[in-house]
């Protein structure tokens, strides 16, 4: 079964400090891979994506994902978090061989404290 | 700029009630897609098209339909409302290239009492 699994429930950091959001994987073949991020009452709005090519991937608002075939992994980073950054951010997969269809993780909270 | 517009961003139905919850894009994409969100459980797809009067059960289509009559215009329909389809719903569409990404509404949030 195609999967995407966000194993924090939510992640703590201080303003200033590098931040990391995991996500894992379970697909058939090779899928492209989303990263989402929702304000309070507001829609999901797309950070990044991996299609294929270089590993890093760049996004907006400065954040980045690494991709990791071998342990099935696209970890969202930030070099130096802001307050303004605290969300609820989704990993999404397409597996190629799921058709149109994106999976999501559960979600994990991210809070930013000054 | 990039739109998918829901009609309501808060609705209250009493359960039984037949209820239409619309979405509008105006990006020309081929699919659209109505996903569920409740705590720790992420979003669930309940239906997507990938094109006009085409549509493919998700993971929860059970009490709802869908309409696609209009590229730019796709329609979830709960038809008799219960207590447990009280959650949001968000809409979104995108091209039809898989390595493409999907945008999405700002969201219904729904309660049926």
């Known amino acids: 079964a195609q999967s995407v699994a966000q194993p924090e429930d939510q992640v703590n950091v201080a303003e200033g400090n590098p931040l990391t959001v995991k996500c894992t994987y379970s697909v058939s073949g090779n899928p492209y891979l989303f990263w989402y991020v929702q304000y309070p009452n507001r829609g999901l709005q797309f950070l990044l994506k991996?299609?294929?090519?270089?590993?890093l991937v760049k996004g907006s608002y400065g954040f980045e994902a690494e991709f990791n075939k071998s342990q099935t992994s696209f970890h969202l980073k930030k070099p130096s978090a802001l307050v303004s950054d605290s969300a609820l951010y989704f990993c999404?997969?397409?597996?190629?061989?799921?058709?149109?269809?994106?999976?999501f993780g559960a979600g994990t909270i991210l809070r930013v404290k000054s | 700029d990039v739109k998918v517009t829901q009609s309501s961003r808060y609705l209250v139905k009493r359960t039984g009630e037949k209820v239409f919850l619309e979405c509008v894009q105006d990006?020309?994409?081929?699919?659209m897609f109505w996903y569920r969100q409740d705590p720790g459980l992420g979003l669930r797809l309940i239906y997507f098209?990938?094109?006009?009067?085409?549509?493919e059960k998700g993971d929860i289509p059970e009490g709802y339909s869908v309409s696609r009559e209009k590229k730019e215009r796709f329609s979830l329909i709960l038809e008799s409302a219960s207590t447990n389809q009280t959650s949001m719903y968000l809409c979104?569409?995108?091209?039809?290239?898989?390595?493409?990404?999907?945008?999405f509404g700002q969201g219904t949030r729904l309660t049926v009492v």
């Open positions: 991996y299609i294929t090519g270089d590993n």
């Open positions: 999404a997969v397409r597996p190629m061989e799921y058709g149109n269809k994106l999976v």
């Open positions: 990006m020309d994409h081929e699919n």
């Open positions: 098209s990938y094109d006009v009067k085409m549509k």
């Open positions: 979104a569409s995108s091209l039809g290239r898989l390595n493409t990404e999907a945008f």
